[in-house]
């Protein structure tokens, strides 16, 4: 089992009741529940993130290259897709 540590932290007392609520209806602890919740955040937090990083990455390639699909090549390609063809994508082009 990996080392843990403590963290605080301080729940009105709506919030409190409502996780205790889901705890008791999953058959598990609290403290179970409210580590899944953070887990999940941060896991989420992470995706945009990288997602953010991504996206500048993209704009900074296109800026320098003009490499490019457009949005009705893309609606083409995934008119097709849906119509069971299998298809490449679009190639970028300037």
């Given at each position: 089992m990996a080392a843990t540590s403590t963290a605080s932290i301080k729940l009105d007392p709506?919030?409190?009741?409502?996780?205790?609520?889901v705890a008791t209806d999953k058959r598990r602890s609290s403290q179970s529940i409210i580590r899944e919740a953070?887990?999940?955040?941060?896991?989420?937090?992470?995706q945009r993130a990288q997602f953010d990083r991504d996206t500048l990455a993209a704009l900074e390639e296109f800026?320098?290259?003009g490499l490019h699909v457009t949005n009705d090549e893309?609606?083409?390609w995934f008119d097709r897709l849906d119509a069971g063809e299998r298809v490449p994508p679009p190639e970028c082009h300037t």
């Open positions: 709506e919030m409190k009741a409502r996780i205790e609520q953070i887990s999940h955040y941060v896991e989420r937090e992470e800026e320098a290259t893309v609606n083409a």
